[in-house]
C-alpha cells in the first residue's frame, strides 16, 4: 500500500454496520417503593420510554430489567433469547423494528438497561443524529420517572463487520475508511460529548477449530492436554502483533465470550459465559494474554487486538487497521484456511462512554 493510502483501510463494501447505544442506571432502594409492585413499576417505565422514542422517531428499543448483559448481533430474522449470563438479541436494521421489556417478574433488578437499536440502511451516516436523539430521551426520563436518581452510564457502540477472504471469494468491490474517532465525527456534527468520557477502539475475528486444522494440530489434539495447540496459536499471535507494532491483545480459547474494557474501570474477570479482558490504551508497555482451558477443545479461538491512543493517527485508525489486517493474515497463512469458502469474519469496534 502508498504512503499515500497508509491512513486508509479498504474495506468490502458489503461490510454491515451496526449501532447501539446503552445507557444503566442503578435506582437507589427507595424507587422501586414508589410503585405498587414491581412489575407496575416496570410497566410505568416501558410506557413512557416508549412513548418519548416515539416522539425522537427510535424505533427499535428495548427495556432490559434481569440483570444480563445484552449482546446484539445481525440477523436476518428478529428474535431474542436469555442465557444465564446474557440477553442475546438478532436483528436486520434494514428493516427490524420493536419497543419491548424483558424483565423477571416481581423481581427488582440491579440495573435497570435501556437498549437503543439503530434503525435504516446509513447507520454511520446517521449515527450523530441517533446519539442525539438518545440524549434527549434519556434527558426527558431523568426530569421525570427517574427524578432524584443516579445518572445513567450511556455506552455507543459502533462496528463494521466484514469477511476478511472477501476478494479471494471474487468480491473486488471496497471502500477506502479514514475510521475517524467517534468524537470528532459527533463534534462536527453537533453531538455534544462531556469533556469526561472514555473511549475505546477494537477489533475481534476468530477462527473456527476446522475439521483441516485439527488434522494440520493432530500431534498436539491426540493428547488429554491441550496446551501446547493453544500456546502454538498463543504464541503465533503475540509474534505477529509484535510484528505490526501492535502492543494490546488476547486470545481467548474457553469456552467464553470475550468481552472488552478499560482497566482503569474493569480488570480482567471471567464468568460461565463471558471473559472480560481489561486492557491500559494510554500504555505504552505490552499487554498481550491468553485465556485457555488446557484440558478442553473449544469450537473457536477468538482474539483481540485493541489501539492504543498511539495508533489514533490524526484522530483516524486506517493505519492501524491496516496494521490489524496484516497480523490477522500472517497468522492465517499457517492454517490450513479455504479462503474461497470459508469466511473470517473482523469486527472493528468504536466505543464511547460517559455519564448523563
Given at each position: ?33 414508589a410503585f405498587t ?88 451516516a446517521n449515527s ?181 491512543e498511539q495508533n ?45
Amino acid at each position: 500500500m502508498t504512503s499515500l493510502n497508509q491512513h486508509r483501510v479498504y474495506i468490502p463494501t458489503n461490510a454491515r454496520a451496526s449501532h447501539y447505544l446503552l445507557a444503566e442506571i442503578i435506582p437507589d432502594e427507595n424507587f422501586y417503593n414508589a410503585f405498587t409492585d414491581i412489575n407496575s413499576c416496570y410497566d410505568a417505565i416501558a410506557k413512557q420510554l416508549f412513548a418519548c422514542c416515539d416522539e425522537y422517531e427510535l424505533h427499535n428499543v428495548h427495556l432490559l430489567a434481569n440483570d444480563k448483559l445484552p449482546v446484539v448481533r445481525f440477523h436476518d430474522e428478529s428474535y431474542q433469547f436469555e442465557t444465564q449470563k446474557q440477553m442475546l438479541l438478532f436483528y436486520n436494521p434494514s428493516y427490524h423494528e420493536a419497543h419491548k421489556a424483558h424483565y423477571e417478574p416481581f423481581t427488582p433488578s440491579k440495573k435497570i438497561r435501556l437498549l437503543f437499536l439503530a434503525t435504516g440502511d446509513e447507520l454511520r451516516a446517521n449515527s450523530a443524529k441517533f446519539h442525539t436523539s438518545v440524549q434527549n430521551v434519556l434527558k426527558d426520563l431523568k426530569s421525570s420517572i427517574f427524578a432524584n436518581q443516579s445518572p445513567f452510564k450511556l455506552r455507543d457502540h459502533q462496528h463494521l463487520t466484514y469477511d476478511l477472504f472477501a476478494q479471494e471469494k471474487g468480491y473486488k468491490e471496497s471502500y477506502g475508511y479514514k475510521l475517524r474517532s467517534l468524537l470528532p465525527r459527533y463534534q462536527s456534527r453537533q453531538c455534544e460529548i462531556p469533556e469526561n468520557h472514555a473511549e475505546m477502539t477494537y477489533v475481534t475475528f476468530s477462527i473456527p477449530i476446522s475439521r483441516a486444522i485439527k488434522n494440520l494440530f493432530q500431534i498436539f489434539i491426540k493428547k488429554n492436554d491441550f496446551s501446547e495447540f493453544y500456546d502454538y496459536f498463543a504464541d503465533a499471535f503475540t509474534r505477529e502483533c509484535k510484528n505490526n507494532k501492535l502492543t494490546l491483545g488476547a486470545m481467548v480459547a474457553n469456552g467464553t465470550t470475550p468481552i472488552v474494557r478499560n482497566s482503569q474501570i474493569d480488570k480482567n474477570d471471567s464468568n460461565s459465559e463471558l471473559q472480560k479482558l481489561s486492557f491500559d490504551t494510554h500504555s505504552n508497555e505490552q499487554q498481550i494474554n491468553a485465556f485457555y482451558d488446557k484440558t478442553k477443545l473449544v469450537e473457536t479461538l477468538h482474539f483481540v487486538i485493541v489501539a492504543t491512543e498511539q495508533n489514533k493517527h490524526n484522530l483516524s485508525y486506517g493505519r492501524f487497521m491496516n496494521q490489524v489486517e496484516k497480523a490477522t493474515r500472517a497468522l492465517c497463512d499457517e492454517l490450513a484456511i479455504q479462503r474461497q469458502r470459508q469466511d473470517l469474519s473482523v469486527r472493528f469496534f468504536q466505543h464511547i462512554s460517559y455519564s448523563i
